[in-house]
Nanobody, 126 residues
Framework: QVQLAESGGGLVQTGGSLRLSCAAS????????TGWFRQAPGKEREFVAA????????LYADSVKGRFTIRRDSTRRTVYLEMNALKPEDTAVYYC???????????????????WGQGTQVTVSS
């Protein structure tokens, strides 16, 4: 059974940085499209970033371009979301999600991700 576990969330001041980790288990490979999404209180879940199964392609929401970086470390079976220049509006629960096609594309569509982690809270204070 595929399992995703996020970690690395916490409380940080405006302008600070955090690195979120998404560790995958239950598969022999981690070369699947992986995305990060977030949901703030009272708001819809929104796309943040995604990386293709091969790692060559990545997508970012306009609101995080230039500040967030998604990358994969295959040896650690982990996908990271490095977040810099954080803003209060980045406050949310962050979820990682995985697609089901080996070496598949990155996607901004949450409906294309069948596997989800439990989420990690990120709070940015002003």
């Amino acid at each position: 059974q595929v399992q995703l576990a996020e970690s690395g969330g916490g409380l940080v001041q405006t302008g600070g940085s955090l690195r979120l980790s998404c560790a995958a288990s239950g598969r022999t490979s981690i070369s699947y499209g992986t995305g990060w999404f977030r949901q703030a209180p009272g708001k819809e879940r929104e796309f943040v970033a995604a990386i293709s199964g091969g790692g060559a392609d990545s997508l970012y929401a306009d609101s995080v371009k230039g500040r967030f970086t998604i990358r994969r470390d295959s040896t650690r079976r982990t996908v990271y979301l490095e977040m810099n220049a954080l803003k209060p509006e980045d406050t949310a629960v962050y979820y990682c999600a995985s697609r089901s096609v080996l070496y598949g594309d990155a996607s901004v569509d949450a409906r294309s991700y069948p596997y989800w982690g439990q989420g990690t809270q990120v709070t940015v204070s002003s």
